[in-house]
């Protein structure tokens, strides 16, 4: 079965550095791309950026370009995403998502559980 | 990047009546080397991470009760729910997957009326 499973709430400052995590499991994790998605508070999502973990080659958002980064450790089968300066606005939900595969790129097909990040004074 | 447009942003139905969400892509999202469209449909349920309903505009995500169905080319896009269930209260999305950043629609919200 395939799972994306996500690390627990965060709760954190302005100014402070804040690493995420989404571990695949039941595929093989380091040929699918794995994107990151974000959804403030009542909107819709944002796609940010998405990750081969084979070779790490990464795409980003113009929108989250230098404001975030994305990699990923294939030996454990698990993806990031950090920021090094935590600002009020980062404050939404995170959803790490599978890209499918059929002959070609698909859709996104499995997602992550969402991990809530809080930035509060 | 592809802006991706939707109407209505809410939509109220009767149990057991169709409804239509529309979705409009700023460019052409048709790949004319494998003739595929590059677009999804996602529901997105209170509390949960959205789910893939929908890909290459009208191929059903295993699983999917057959009453969902997509249909459109080039830059417009529908989504069907051939007759409302309960369980189909939700937040639709479309998504375009043709080029980065694979962008998103505003969403329609779908209540029973």
């Known amino acids: 079965e395939v799972q994306l499973v996500q690390s627990g709430a965060e709760v954190k400052k302005p100014g402070e550095t804040l690493k995420i995590s989404c571990k695949g499991s039941?595929?093989?994790?380091?040929?699918?791309?794995i994107g990151w998605v974000r959804q403030m508070p009542g909107k819709g999502p944002e796609w940010m950026g998405i990750?081969?973990?084979?070779?790490?080659?990464?795409r980003y958002s113009p929108s989250f370009q230098g404001q975030v980064t994305i990699s990923a450790d294939k030996s454990i089968s698990t993806a990031y995403l950090q920021w090094s300066s935590l600002k009020a606005s980062d404050t939404a939900m995170y959803y790490c998502?599978?890209?499918?595969?059929?002959?070609?790129?698909?859709?996104?097909?499995?997602w992550g559980q969402g991990t809530p990040v809080t930035v509060s004074p | 990047d592809i802006v991706m447009t939707q109407s209505p942003d809410s939509l109220a139905v009767s149990l057991g009546e169709g409804a239509t969400i529309n979705c409009k892509s700023s460019?052409?999202?048709?790949?004319?080397?494998?003739?595929?469209?590059?677009i999804a449909w996602y529901q997105q349920k209170a509390g949960q991470p959205p789910k893939l309903l929908i890909y290459?505009?009208?191929t059903r995500e295993s699983g999917v009760p057959d009453r969902f169905s997509g249909s459109g080319s080039g830059t417009d896009f529908t989504l069907t729910i051939s007759s409302l269930q309960a369980a189909d209260v939700a937040v639709y999305y479309c998504?375009?997957?043709?080029?980065?950043?694979?962008?998103f629609g505003q969403g329609t919200k779908l209540e029973i009326k």
């Open positions: 290459w505009a009208s």
């Open positions: 998504q375009q997957y043709y080029s980065v950043p694979h962008t």
């Open positions: 460019q052409s999202v048709l790949y004319t080397s494998n003739k595929k469209n590059y």
């Open positions: 039941g595929y093989s994790f380091s040929t699918y791309w």
């Open positions: 990750i081969f973990p084979y070779d790490s080659d990464t």
């Open positions: 998502a599978r890209r499918g595969v059929e002959d070609v790129l698909t859709a996104y097909d499995y």
